[in-house]
């Protein structure tokens, strides 16, 4: 069994495991750090970088994505100082260039005060965050799905591009955030993280970053 | 070839191939690496050897191809001690006369010989060539001496008797802690300390160990690593077999990438002579120590350098960075502690072993430790591969080791580190070459490229290039270095093509911090290196380009225009002849003229022409 051990998100004690994902807790705790390519049921694998964190060690900081960071006892995590937040602001800016018709990215640049994109927009219906990837690995087990190519020519796609390589089993499409839809209703607060902003009409109760996740 | 089963055969060996050597009273060194193989050496030593054969001279004459020396751009160089004498951009036509006159008589052929393009002499000996006396060739200096196919030649060196001392005389603690004295520190870029490292994992709990050697050297410009493992692939494989005790690994990797065939074939080469003589494989020099080396090729891909990319290629699995969290010493290949060095920093540990940590330590400055090996290229006079102390400054590598700017241009920057690293002014040219203070300075020490850039270059352009190469190279996997390189090239190519605007440069630098912190792997915390240091430095041709839309430098092809001079024609028609795009019209009644719709700026016309009447508005 893993030690039970403390670790400060925010000033906030958290009760939580040695190793444990620091995401997967502050989320628990009801502090609710924003992300996007997180998914409880799969290896986090740290590539959107929305839910960046400072976490202090041996005296220094650094930052680091919170799905991919272990928990150790005593760990000092920072999920919304103001370099944490600038930098989630530019990334986020970066994704809603890339898709700007995206309602859970607009939610998203709402929620953290995102007012103005500086680049020119893509319409894409596509941001890499890898959610599709890695649920047809380990959730429909079939490894199907891979990322193709480098840089900027990166994709997404079956092997050899041929269709017959997919069983169609959707798990890949019920995950991906651009075919998520928040709701229209504001006021109402989430029932994880007390979010105001980005409810959602699938899940009552639950905020739109929340179900993410 | 027998065993070698215990201590004192590996020595009796030794004296033996001493004796073999010492017959013969001329040797002919040819070097043989990449570089001189692309100027054409192998048709110049099967020349030199049928020559020598032809004339008899087999019994006393050596025929000798190493690796590279790292004065390329001499290439063919054949040097004939004893006395050192050199000749360069030789060909197999000299070859007979080589071999008649300086062999046989002892005389120096003139034309052959080297001239200092800064004093304009003539040099007869190698040790007396600026270009080498400046340097400190502790690990260079052995390729001259060293055909890399032929592990005798370095037993004869000296070779593996810092592995017969880690085995005899040192426990792995003791390896560990004389490393660690030594203050050597990793030459792929990092710096990191190497000892520590060794330590770390040596702690580390795991079922197995493993140590890596890094050839999967990327950066444009640079060959260090792949001159050493072709030159001296044994001291490579030696350094990692006292890695491996010291740390307690029975497996080890060499990762090349596989546009490096001669370093393929020749670390192949040298693993198997290696296993045997029984220095690799199980119960080395009978001293119950077993390990074994496999070279592994890289398919190619820059990122796959990275710590962490690298092991994932190796595992089979597509080569992308993972996050760092947890160190490769804990959690490294196959999930169990790992070692892994740069080529340069193994083959660094048999001489530290071989000497002790204080001869080490003794060279280079307070912080950084021994020496370094440098790719100089670029717009000076001699071009190559470098070793210098620590400590040495730019300025001297620059002018006194690279002679100085070429063409009577004038030097204005120089950037290190590949690109990841930074452009540096001549106002910074008396920094030390030290990791921490290229790093202050907001460069790197990097691999250890070095590209000189006279007034010709444009800085916008040379960010422009590195961030086109870094956002080619980027695995994509994260979001800001995957979008933000992108995003960054796309600002600077507006600027460079007058589409800038003076907000965008607080953009430029607001995108590139958040790329620095926010990134997965080293590769995008160090990607906006050129565009912040050339920001830092040369902010002013980024204003021009922006205010003036003008380019100093000419380069930028958006903002030039190419117009001839009248008076300076004398309308001969080679440009009309040259241009592809037809674009100059004019007879020879008529004047000249370009016309700019038509024009790509490529200048075809303006080096066609004789009269440089082609002028870069």
New interface residues.
């Given amino acids: 069994m893993p030690e039970p051990i403390t670790i400060f998100v925010d000033d906030i004690a958290i009760e939580t495991t040695e190793g444990a994902n620091v995401l997967d807790a502050a989320l628990r705790a009801g502090i609710c750090i924003p992300n996007l390519c997180y998914l409880p049921e799969v290896t986090p ?6 839910c ?1 964190v400072e976490v202090e060690r041996h005296g220094r900081t650094k ?3 919170a799905c ?3 928990a150790r006892e005593g760990m000092i995590v920072r999920a919304h100082s103001e ?1 944490v937040l ?2 989630r602001r ?2 986020v800016e ?2 809603l ?2 898709a700007p018709e995206s309602p859970v990215l607009q939610a998203l640049a709402e929620r953290l005060s995102v007012t103005d994109v ?3 927009r893509r319409d894409r219906d596509c ?2 965050c ?1 959610r599709c990837v890695a649920a047809c690995a380990e959730v429909a087990k079939q490894g199907s799905l ?2 193709i ?6 994709h997404k796609g079956l092997p050899f591009y041929k269709e017959e390589y997919c069983t169609q089993c959707n798990e890949c499409h019920d995950r991906c955030p651009l075919e998520l839809s928040p709701s229209g209703r504001r006021g109402d607060h989430c029932g994880v993280c007390g979010s105001e902003l980005s409810m959602n009409d699938a899940i009552p109760d639950i905020c739109e970053d929340c179900v993410l996740s | 070839m027998p065993e070698l089963d215990s201590i004192a055969s590996l020595e009796a060996r030794r004296e033996e191939v001493a004796f073999t050597l010492a017959r013969y009273r001329t040797v002919v060194t040819m070097c043989g690496g990449t570089a001189c193989q692309a100027c054409g050496c192998q048709p110049v030593a099967r020349a030199m050897t049928r020559e020598v054969m032809a004339q008899g001279l087999e019994e006393t004459v050596y025929v000798r191809t190493t690796g590279c020396h790292g004065f390329c751009e001499q290439g063919p160089l054949v040097i004939i001690d004893p006395g050192g004498i050199v000749y360069v951009h030789v060909t197999p036509e000299d070859v007979p006369e080589i071999v008649a006159q300086t062999i046989r008589k002892g005389k120096v052929i003139e034309r052959l010989s080297y001239t200092d393009p800064v004093s304009d002499k003539t040099v007869q000996a190698e040790d007396e060539i600026p270009f080498y006396t400046r340097q400190k060739r502790l690990l260079l200096g052995e390729n001259r001496h060293i055909a890399p196919r032929d592990i005798d030649d370095y037993i004869a060196r000296g070779g593996y008797s810092a592995l017969a001392k880690a085995l005899d005389s040192m426990t792995p603690e003791a390896v560990v802690e004389e490393i660690e004295r030594s203050g050597l520190q990793g030459r792929g870029g990092g710096g990191y300390p190497t000892g520590k490292k060794w330590r770390q994992c040596r702690n580390a709990s795991g079922d197995a160990r493993y140590v890596i050697c890094n050839a999967d050297e990327g950066d444009p410009g640079d060959y260090m690593d792949r001159s050493l493992l072709e030159g001296n692939p044994h001291s490579i494989i030696e350094g990692m077999i006292i890695g491996a005790f010291a740390v307690g690994a029975r497996h080890g990797y060499i990762y090349v990438r596989k546009e490096y065939p001669l370093a393929v074939v020749n670390a192949g080469v040298a693993i198997r002579q290696a296993q045997a003589l029984r220095l690799l494989g199980e119960d080395i020099l009978g001293t119950g120590f077993d390990f074994d080396i496999q070279v592994v090729r890289g398919g190619g ?1 820059f ?1 796959c350098g990275e710590s962490t990319a690298l092991m994932a290629s190796l595992e089979g699995k ?1 080569g992308e960075p ?2 760092k ?2 160190h490769t010493v804990e959690r490294g290949y196959l999930g169990q502690p790992t070692v892994l060095n740069n080529v340069e920093t193994w083959a660094n540990v048999p001489s530290i072993i071989r000497h002790g940590a204080d001869w080490f330590a003794s060279q280079g400055t307070e912080r950084s430790k021994g020496t370094k090996i440098f790719a100089l290229t670029g717009q000076v006079k001699n071009t190559g591969l470098i070793e210098v102390e620590m400590g040495t400054t730019l300025r001297e590598i620059i002018y006194d080791i690279g002679g100085g700017p070429k063409n009577g241009r004038e030097i204005k920057a120089v950037q290190t580190g590949g690109p990841s690293g930074g452009c540096l002014p001549t106002s910074q040219f008396d920094l030390p070459v030290d990791f921490d203070a290229l790093y202050e300075a907001g460069s790197m020490m990097g691999s250890g490229g070095m590209v000189v850039m006279d007034d010709s270059s444009c800085m916008v352009d040379v960010a422009k290039y590195f961030l086109a190469f870094l ?10 270095c ?3 390189v ?2 960054l090239l ?1 600002i600077v190519t507006d600027i460079s093509e007058g589409r800038g605007s003076l907000d965008q440069l607080d ?1 430029l630098e ?2 590139s ?2 790329i620095s ?4 792997c080293a590769l995008g915390k160090t990607a906006p290196n050129p565009v912040l240091s050339t920001l830092k430095y040369f902010r002013d041709e980024y204003l021009d380009h922006i205010e003036n839309k003008r380019c100093a430098a000419g380069v930028c092809r958006a903002l030039i225009r190419l117009v001839i001079d009248s008076t300076l024609c004398d309308r001969c028609g080679k440009c009309i002849a040259n241009c592809p795009h037809k674009a100059i019209t004019g007879s020879r009644d008529t004047s000249y003229a370009i016309d700019d719709e038509l024009c790509t700026r490529c200048r075809i016309c303006a080096d066609a022409c004789e009269q440089h009447a082609i002028l870069v508005r």
Avoid: F, H
């Avoid at chain 1, 190519?149 to 990166?154: D, W």
């Fill in positions: 694998t740290g590539a959107c970088r929305v960046i930052m680091t994505a991919t960071l272990e370099p600038r930098a530019n990334i970066l994704l260039a890339e500086r680049y020119s941001i890499l890898g891979g990322m190519g480098r840089g900027a020519n990166r | 891909a990122v597509v993972r996050p969290d947890i956002q080619d190279e980027s695995c994509g996997k994260c979001t800001p995957r979008l933000g992108g995003r796309e953009l607001d995108l911090w958040t912190v926010a990134s997965l």
